[in-house]
């Protein structure tokens, strides 16, 4: 059973930072590239990162560009991202996606794989 779950989520006051992580188990996802998604409440779900299965290409949502910094572990089947300087419209829950793309055509489909998803939480 294919299996993506995130962790490190919760309550930050804005400017602080968080970690997210995802770990992938039931397959290989050595050869998909990996992102973030998020879904605010009452709005549409919006990309956020993805980055290639080496991981060395990334793209970001405009929104995040500077702040949030995604990347994945040594082994390839878990991926972080870095949240700095967060605010209030950061507040969500992010989902953890893997599919066989690119990172800068991750944001414009639907991946195959998704995870349960995060609370984030940033406070004013």
């Known amino acids: 059973q294919v299996q993506l779950v995130e962790s490190g989520g919760g309550l930050v006051q804005a400017g602080g930072s968080l970690r997210l992580s995802c770990a992938a188990s039931?397959?290989?996802?050595?050869?998909?590239?990996m992102g973030w998604f998020r879904q605010a409440p009452g709005k549409e779900r919006e990309f956020v990162a993805a980055i290639s299965s080496s991981g060395g290409s990334t793209a970001y949502a405009d929104s995040v560009k500077g702040r949030f910094t995604i990347s994945r572990g040594n082994a390839r089947n878990t991926m972080f991202l870095q949240m700095n300087s967060l605010k209030p419209e950061d507040t969500a829950v992010y989902y953890c996606?893997?599919?066989?793309?690119?990172?800068?055509?991750?944001?414009?489909?639907?991946?195959?794989?998704w995870g349960q998803g995060a609370q984030v939480t940033v406070s004013s």
């Open positions: 996606a893997a599919d066989r793309t690119t990172p800068q055509s991750m944001g414009v489909g639907t991946p195959d794989y």
């Open positions: 039931g397959r290989t996802f050595i050869s998909y590239a």
